[in-house]
C-alpha cells in the first residue's frame, strides 16, 4: 500500500487501509476481473466492506449502491481523497416508520390467521381458493367462515356448506368447481 491511513491518505492502493473516508473517488478490480469505480459511501475495515455508488446516466440523477467484500477485491485504489466531511445523514421519519411497522404486522396478522390449525391440507387448500376471490374469509375451529354468512364443516363437501341462501349458493360453486379439479389432480 502507497500512502498512509487517515485523512493524510494518499491516492494509491488502499486494500488494506483502515480508513477510507466517505466521498473517496476509487477504483476497484474484483476477482474476476471487474472494474469498478465510484464514490465511498461506507466503509467498515473489521468487516472487509466497502460500500460505493457510482452513476449509471447523471443525466436522470440514477446511481447503483454496490456492497463489495474487500477479501474479494484484487485491487483497491484511491483516485481522489475526500476532504469534505462526511455528508449529514437524512432525517429519520419516526412516525413513517411506525406506519410501515404497524401496516407490516398487520399483514403478517391477517396471513397468520388464514392458516388453519389442525385442519387437513385439502381443507387448507379449499381456504385457500376461496381466500383468492373473497377476501372476508377467516378459520372458526375447523369451520371455514365465508363473509360471516357462510360456514362449511369438515369434510368439506357441497352438503357441508350452510348459511345465507344466496351466498351458500355461490360458495357451493366455488367448493364444488375445487373438489373437482382436486379429483382431477394425479396422485
Same mark, same amino acid.
Given at each position: 500500500?502507497?500512502?498512509?491511513?487517515?485523512? &493524510?491518505?494518499?491516492?494509491? %492502493?488502499?486494500?488494506?487501509?483502515? +480508513?477510507?473516508?466517505?466521498?473517496?473517488?476509487?477504483?476497484?478490480?474484483?476477482? $474476476? %476481473?471487474?472494474?469498478? +469505480?465510484?464514490?465511498?459511501?461506507? $466503509?467498515?475495515?473489521?468487516?472487509?466492506?466497502?460500500? *460505493?455508488?457510482?452513476?449509471?446516466?447523471?443525466?436522470?440523477?440514477?446511481?447503483?449502491?454496490?456492497?463489495?467484500?474487500?477479501?474479494?477485491?484484487?485491487?483497491?485504489?484511491?483516485?481522489?481523497?475526500?476532504?469534505? =466531511?462526511?455528508?449529514?445523514?437524512?432525517?429519520?421519519? #419516526? %412516525?413513517?416508520?411506525?406506519?410501515?411497522?404497524?401496516?407490516?404486522?398487520?399483514?403478517?396478522?391477517?396471513?397468520?390467521?388464514?392458516?388453519? *390449525?389442525?385442519?387437513? =391440507?385439502?381443507?387448507?387448500?379449499? $381456504?385457500?381458493?376461496?381466500?383468492?376471490?373473497?377476501?372476508?374469509?377467516?378459520?372458526?375451529?375447523?369451520?371455514?367462515?365465508?363473509? &360471516?354468512?357462510?360456514?362449511?364443516?369438515?369434510?368439506?363437501?357441497? !352438503? %357441508?356448506?350452510?348459511?345465507?341462501?344466496? !351466498?351458500? +349458493? #355461490? *360458495?357451493?360453486?366455488?367448493?364444488?368447481? #375445487? &373438489?373437482?379439479? +382436486? !379429483? &382431477?389432480?394425479?396422485?
Amino acid at each position: 500500500m502507497s500512502g498512509s491511513t487517515g485523512g &493524510n491518505m494518499a491516492t494509491g %492502493d488502499a486494500k488494506d487501509s483502515k +480508513e477510507i473516508p466517505p466521498g473517496t473517488k476509487v477504483v476497484c478490480t474484483t476477482c $474476476f %476481473d471487474e472494474k469498478i +469505480e465510484g464514490e465511498v459511501v461506507a $466503509f467498515d475495515y473489521g468487516a472487509k466492506l466497502l460500500v *460505493i455508488k457510482s452513476s449509471k446516466n447523471p443525466k436522470k440523477n440514477v446511481t447503483d449502491i454496490r456492497m463489495l467484500n474487500l477479501a474479494r477485491m484484487k485491487t483497491l485504489n484511491v483516485s481522489e481523497v475526500s476532504n469534505k =466531511p462526511p455528508p449529514s445523514l437524512p432525517c429519520v421519519e #419516526h %412516525d413513517k416508520i411506525d406506519k410501515k411497522i404497524a401496516l407490516a404486522l398487520e399483514q403478517k396478522r391477517r396471513a397468520v390467521e388464514k392458516i388453519g *390449525i389442525n385442519v387437513t =391440507p385439502g381443507a387448507q387448500k379449499l $381456504f385457500d381458493t376461496i381466500n383468492k376471490t373473497i377476501n372476508e374469509v377467516k378459520w372458526n375451529g375447523k369451520s371455514i367462515v365465508v363473509m &360471516n354468512e357462510v360456514t362449511i364443516d369438515p369434510p368439506y363437501q357441497e !352438503s %357441508d356448506c350452510h348459511g345465507n341462501e344466496k !351466498s351458500r +349458493e #355461490h *360458495i357451493i360453486k366455488i367448493v364444488r368447481k #375445487h &373438489n373437482e379439479e +382436486e !379429483s &382431477n389432480q394425479p396422485g
